[in-house]
């Protein structure tokens, strides 16, 4: 056990001292430093070895310790480095910028993370299936599927055209998120506000054209059969509460969600938008999403 | 408020396939208007539930009554009317929650617990 404690130890003894004797560089005091406090280790190591193996090892370490004593750094230079500390004013400035720099940095990384979760909680497993395949018609009569929301974000409200206070509400805010979100990306086409009835049978086409013009030219109206527009319900997780035998002309209110899905390229879920937010909240959630999207240099569709 | 099943007017705001335009911003506006009026004179007269107590809010609230519903589809006035209930308990819901919140507080407060 000594013997192979004994060529270590000499070692660092020969390291101390041929650094010990220049002490001007700054990076050659560090050595030094380290050198010693290794030095003390194994001099602790050493004098618990001295009890067995007799006394050399202890001779050998004091007379390092004697040369260091020698070389240490002159009372100016002491007095030297006292004087402004082991920090100037700029490393000091330096220390301040890289720190508020980092926080800054890790507090907007930490956002991006916790959306990227949130955005990433519908993907892969055990994701939270809201949204997927659907068959509707458009205001045009013609078939729009799930298909047609690919590669841009889109913001779907499920309403009714005879819906009393809170649709129209929520339109508003709607078409105001909508004016802002378009605003902000610079008037990419890159977000598809998407209004699909739960009411098929009174929202016909010309019905549900009539009803969104008033609120904003921009958003698409959906609707469908009403088996279409059940299965499009359950896809969101939508409560659907229409009666099915109901003629044309007839009084009678529908329950309904009363959330907008943000949903990503991919058309996977990624946020809900609701009543306590207001439409500035709003925005700055869905262009946070975008923006996090283009960063990551994934596909959009600007057509 | 051609809209209105009962009105002479509907044809403006009928559908080709027979059913009827949902109501634009205006009568939007008019049939909110019309509750507003009717649920003040309620409020005047210390009636909550206008469908429970249907022949009193007629006696007391008639007019306005009438007009909320010549405003409003039959639907809206029935929804509106159970939605003031709804509201109604709601707040007092949460007041008491609050109230309760409050002692809770003042009853630690005193067994010499402090808030954070």
């Given at each position: 056990m000594a013997s192979s404690i004994r060529p270590a130890s000499r070692l660092f003894t020969r390291a101390s001292r041929a650094s010990l004797v220049s002490l001007e560089s700054p990076?050659?005091?560090?050595?030094?430093?380290?050198?010693?406090?290794?030095?003390?280790?194994?001099?602790?190591?050493?004098s618990h070895n001295q009890l067995k193996n007799g006394t050399t090892l202890a001779h050998r370490a004091f007379s390092t310790s004697r040369a260091h004593l020698k070389k240490s750094?002159?009372?100016?230079?002491?007095?030297?480095?006292?004087?402004?500390?082991?920090?100037?004013?700029?490393?000091?400035?330096?220390?301040?910028?890289?720190?508020?720099?980092?926080?800054?940095?890790?507090?907007v990384e930490k956002?991006?993370?916790?959306?990227?979760r949130i955005a990433e909680m519908s993907k892969g497993v055990g994701k939270p299936r809201v949204g997927g395949p659907f068959t509707l018609t458009d205001l045009d009569g013609k078939e729009f599927t799930a298909e047609d929301l690919k590669g841009k974000?889109?913001?779907?409200?499920?309403?009714?055209?005879?819906?009393?206070?809170?649709?129209?509400?929520?339109?508003?805010?709607?078409?105001?998120?909508?004016?802002?979100?378009?605003?902000?990306?610079?008037?990419?086409?890159?977000?598809l506000p998407v209004f699909i009835t739960c009411d098929p049978v009174r929202d016909t086409p010309e019905v549900l054209r009539e009803y969104l013009k008033e609120f904003h030219p921009g958003i698409i109206g959906l609707t469908g059969t009403y088996d279409q527009v059940r299965n499009v319900c359950k896809q969101y997780r939508v409560y659907f509460?229409?009666?099915?035998?109901?003629?044309?002309?007839?009084?009678?209110?529908?329950?309904?969600?009363?959330?907008?899905?943000?949903?990503?390229?991919?058309?996977?879920?990624?946020?809900?938008?609701?009543?306590?937010?207001?439409?500035?909240?709003?925005?700055?959630?869905?262009?946070?999403?975008?923006?996090?999207?283009?960063?990551e240099g994934k596909p959009l569709r600007k057509d | 408020m051609g809209w209105l099943p009962w009105s002479s007017d509907s044809s403006s705001n009928a559908a080709s396939d027979g059913g009827r335009i949902a109501p634009d911003r205006s009568s939007r506006q008019r049939c909110y208007e019309g509750r507003d009026l009717f649920f003040?004179?309620?409020?005047?007269?210390?009636?909550?539930?206008?469908?429970?107590?249907?022949?009193?809010?007629?006696?007391?609230c008639g007019k306005e009554l009438a007009?909320?519903?010549?405003?409003?589809?039959?639907?809206?006035?029935?929804?509106?009317?159970?939605?003031?209930?709804?509201?109604?308990?709601?707040?007092?819901?949460?007041?008491?929650?609050?109230?309760?919140d409050a002692a809770k507080v003042e009853d630690l407060k005193s067994q010499g617990w402090t808030a954070r």
């Open positions: 990076a050659s005091r560090t050595l030094a430093r380290t050198a010693m406090n290794t030095q003390t280790a194994v001099r602790t190591s050493i750094p002159t009372m100016g230079q002491l007095k030297a480095r006292n004087s402004t500390g082991p920090f100037s004013w700029k490393s000091a400035l330096l220390f301040v910028l890289t720190g508020g720099g980092m926080i800054i940095y890790f507090r956002e991006r993370l916790e959306r990227k974000y889109s913001f779907v409200y499920f309403g009714f055209t005879h819906c009393p206070d809170i649709c129209p509400d929520e339109l508003d805010k709607m078409a105001e998120i909508i004016d802002k979100v378009n605003e902000a990306t610079g008037g990419e086409k890159i977000f509460s229409t009666p099915r035998d109901i003629k044309p002309g007839e009084d009678y209110l529908v329950d309904h969600s009363i959330y907008f899905y943000l949903m990503d390229p991919d058309n996977d879920f990624v946020e809900c938008i609701g009543r306590q937010d207001t439409p500035e909240s709003a925005t700055r959630t869905i262009m946070e999403h975008i923006n996090d999207w283009k960063r | 003040s004179c309620l409020d005047r007269n210390d009636i909550l539930d206008a469908v429970k107590n249907d022949k009193e809010a007629q006696r007391k007009q909320f519903e010549t405003a409003c589809s039959r639907a809206w006035v029935k929804y509106f009317k159970e939605k003031r209930v709804m509201e109604y308990n709601r707040d007092k819901t949460i007041e008491r929650i609050k109230k309760e």
